[in-house]
């Protein structure tokens, strides 16, 4: 299976894109301009995550898993968390994301998203449903920018 990620917007640190599989679309995205993953195709699995203590849509950039991964020992800001890894995740905006996490929603206004837990429980549900069944799924991330001419 594979998932593809469309950006389609960005202005100033907001990324703005669509989730599509199989020529569908399945929801709208939010990224963090400044931290955003690089347009290409990456593995996907479906990891305990040790931050959110539950199973998460972790997207393979360098680390296959957290006990072996090198952000885990470090302190991200003033928190005591580890720097989480890319993810899919719900959320209502990116503002001080730098994980290069993607939020997935329903596209309100520009840089917000609402319904965040809909689209991710129908989005991993799909996921989940295709490694049980062996398949191998991957994202792939597409730039399509539509220039807009927006002021906020």
């Known amino acids: 299976m594979t998932i593809t990620i469309q950006r389609t917007f960005i202005k100033g640190e907001?990324?703005?894109?669509?989730?599509t599989i199989d020529g569908q679309r399945i929801c709208d995205t939010l990224e963090n301009s400044f931290s955003c993953l690089a347009a290409g195709s990456y593995a996907v699995e479906l990891v305990k995550c040790k931050q959110y203590a539950?199973?998460?849509?972790?997207?393979?950039?360098?680390?296959?898993?957290?006990?072996?991964?090198?952000?885990?020992?470090?302190?991200?800001g003033n928190t005591r968390m580890p720097q989480p890894c890319p993810q899919l995740k719900p959320?209502?905006?990116?503002?001080n994301r730098h994980d290069g996490s993607i939020v997935v929603g329903t596209r309100s206004s520009l840089g917000c998203i609402i319904h965040p837990r809909n689209a991710f429980a129908a989005?991993?549900?799909?996921?989940?449903?295709?490694?049980?069944?062996?398949?191998?799924?991957?994202?792939?991330?597409?730039?399509?920018?539509?220039e807009k001419k927006w002021t906020i």
């Not at 959320?91 to 503002?95: A, D, L, P, R, Y």
């Open 14 to 19: 907001i990324t703005e894109g669509h989730v």
């Open 54 to 76: 539950r199973k998460m849509i972790l997207v393979k950039t360098f680390a296959p898993r957290c006990a072996d991964c090198p952000r885990m020992r470090f302190v991200f």
């Open 91 to 95: 959320g209502n905006g990116i503002h």
């Open 123 to 146: 989005l991993y549900d799909r996921i989940r449903k295709n490694v049980e069944r062996g398949r191998v799924v991957t994202l792939e991330i597409k730039e399509t920018l539509i």
